[in-house]
């Protein structure tokens, strides 16, 4: 053999090595798939001085992955536009559409992880919910920005980033749903937005579980509440879901907006009660009344983070069969009382589930 044909044989043998190396390497990383919802991730200002003021749901997910080319370095990312809404604007249908595509997706061996681009307005109640009803112990991921992705200092490709890490590692598993925002990792129980202009926006009352830095994950914690596989919920059981509602209560308290919901079909209603969840006295007979006509009420607080309703404190709830919202603030109350009623559930048994999720 002439040392030309040996030279081309050798250099065949090498090209071929060296992508079935490229091939490998790729098909070894983890896949993780990338659900874009909208919200301000995907948002787009008039200027980079803009951090506030923009449009949201703007920029598709194609764009978004290939706004952080550093994602291939970590996973094989697949996107899928599932809605492109800023979430304020979410319904309990679009929380069933989302839900049952994850929990597909979660069933698909070639999917890792799943990753969820959302509006950070209602993301703790999305975050909550999936926790709830999706039956996997996949990391699933929901993440955001507080600016949009044209504003100077950015908060959103490092997020997703972070989010993509967190989804594609395999000791995220098992730990429910989360929510990673401003290097941190929060479970989707506990978080829920406590400021409303700020990077650090993301707040869990008892503290997030770890940090997602350079790539790699920290864990300090472990989730307390029953989740995911260990769920009694289950998304491709439910149907619909019941119209919950919330009232705020304040000083100078009146009926009618329980009394209006009620009339509007509410299944029941989530009182953001003062103090400890209290019911002014103008308000218990109409909740009484109500709760009479079958609707449940459920005495949670507008003072949130960082303690719970305690049942039979100010209020006979034994007395008047109504249920405490325990440590969850009225938002993530109305997505368990209406999991919890879609079930079925009496008052004994939401209470209960409100002690145990
Ligand atoms: N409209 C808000 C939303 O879609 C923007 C807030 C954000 O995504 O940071 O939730």
Same mark, same amino acid.
């Given at each position: 053999?002439?040392?030309?044909?040996?030279?081309? $044989?050798?250099?065949?043998?090498?090209?071929?090595?060296?992508?079935?190396?490229?091939?490998?390497?790729?098909?070894?990383?983890? %896949?993780?798939?990338?659900?874009?919802? !909208?919200?301000?991730?995907?948002?787009?200002?008039?200027?980079?001085?803009?951090?506030?003021?923009?449009?949201?749901?703007?920029?598709?997910?194609?764009?978004?992955?290939?706004?952080?080319?550093?994602?291939?370095?970590?996973? %094989?990312?697949?996107?899928?536009?599932?809605?492109?809404?800023?979430?304020?604007?979410?319904?309990?249908?679009?929380?069933?559409?989302?839900?049952? &595509?994850?929990?597909?997706?979660?069933?698909?061996?070639?999917?890792? +992880?799943?990753?969820?681009?959302?509006?950070?307005?209602?993301?703790?109640?999305?975050?909550?919910?999936?926790?709830?009803?999706? &039956?996997?112990?996949?990391?699933?991921?929901?993440? +955001?920005?507080?600016?949009?992705?044209?504003?100077? #200092?950015?908060?959103?490709?490092?997020?997703?980033?972070?989010?993509?890490?967190?989804?594609? =590692?395999?000791? #995220?598993?098992?730990? @429910? *749903?989360?929510?990673?925002?401003? /290097?941190?990792?929060?479970?989707?129980?506990?978080?829920?937005?406590?400021?409303?202009?700020?990077?650090?926006?993301?707040?869990?009352?008892? !503290?997030?579980? @770890?940090?997602?830095?350079? +790539?790699?994950?920290?864990?300090?914690?472990?989730?307390?509440?029953?989740?995911?596989?260990? #769920?009694?919920?289950?998304?491709? %059981?439910? !149907?619909?879901?019941?119209?919950? =509602?919330?009232?705020?209560?304040? !000083?100078?308290?009146? /009926?009618?907006?329980?009394?209006?919901?009620?009339?509007?079909?509410?299944?029941?209603?989530?009182?953001?009660?003062?103090?400890?969840?209290?019911?002014? +006295? $103008?308000?218990?007979?109409?909740? &009484?009344?109500?709760?009479?006509?079958?609707?449940?009420?459920?005495?949670?607080?507008?003072?949130?983070?960082?303690?719970?309703?305690?049942?039979?404190?100010?209020?006979?709830? =034994? $007395?008047?069969?109504? *249920?405490?919202?325990?440590?969850?603030?009225?938002?993530?109350?109305?997505?368990?009382?209406?999991?919890?009623?879609?079930?079925?559930?009496?008052?004994?048994?939401? $209470? &209960?589930?409100?002690?145990?999720?």
């Amino acid at each position: 053999m002439s040392l030309k044909s040996l030279l081309i $044989q050798l250099s065949t043998g090498l090209v071929a090595l060296t992508l079935a190396a490229t091939v490998s390497a790729q098909t070894a990383k983890p %896949q993780v798939v990338l659900l874009a919802t !909208g919200g301000t991730i995907a948002g787009a200002g008039a200027s980079a001085a803009n951090s506030a003021t923009y449009q949201a749901a703007k920029v598709p997910v194609d764009k978004l992955i290939a706004g952080v080319p550093e994602l291939s370095a970590v996973a %094989q990312v697949r996107g899928e536009q599932v809605f492109q809404i800023a979430s304020e604007s979410f319904t309990n249908e679009h929380l069933l559409t989302l839900g049952k &595509r994850v929990a597909a997706l979660a069933k698909q061996a070639d999917v890792d +992880g799943i990753v969820i681009t959302h509006g950070t307005d209602t993301l703790e109640e999305t975050a909550y919910f999936l926790t709830l009803t999706v &039956r996997t112990d996949k990391p699933i991921v929901v993440v +955001g920005s507080m600016r949009p992705s044209t504003a100077l #200092s950015a908060d959103g490709t490092l997020n997703l980033l972070n989010a993509v890490t967190t989804a594609a =590692d395999k000791s #995220s598993r098992g730990k @429910g *749903v989360l929510v990673v925002m401003n /290097d941190e990792i929060h479970t989707g129980r506990d978080v829920s937005k406590s400021i409303n202009i700020r990077t650090e926006a993301f707040k869990s009352p008892w !503290g997030p579980l @770890g940090m997602v830095v350079e +790539g790699k994950t920290y864990w300090f914690r472990a989730p307390a509440k029953r989740h995911t596989t260990e #769920s009694e919920f289950d998304i491709e %059981q439910i !149907g619909a879901l019941p119209q919950v =509602d919330i009232v705020y209560g304040s !000083g100078n308290a009146s /009926d009618t907006a329980y009394r209006a919901f009620a009339a509007k079909g509410a299944k029941a209603i989530v009182h953001a009660g003062t103090g400890n969840g209290s019911v002014s +006295g $103008q308000v218990v007979p109409a909740l &009484r009344e109500l709760r009479a006509q079958g609707l449940q009420i459920v005495r949670s607080a507008r003072v949130v983070g960082g303690g719970f309703v305690l049942r039979n404190a100010e209020q006979p709830d =034994d $007395q008047y069969d109504w *249920v405490v919202a325990h440590d969850l603030n009225p938002q993530k109350a109305r997505i368990l009382t209406m999991v919890a009623l879609a079930k079925g559930a009496d008052s004994k048994t939401l $209470q &209960r589930i409100f002690m145990a999720y």
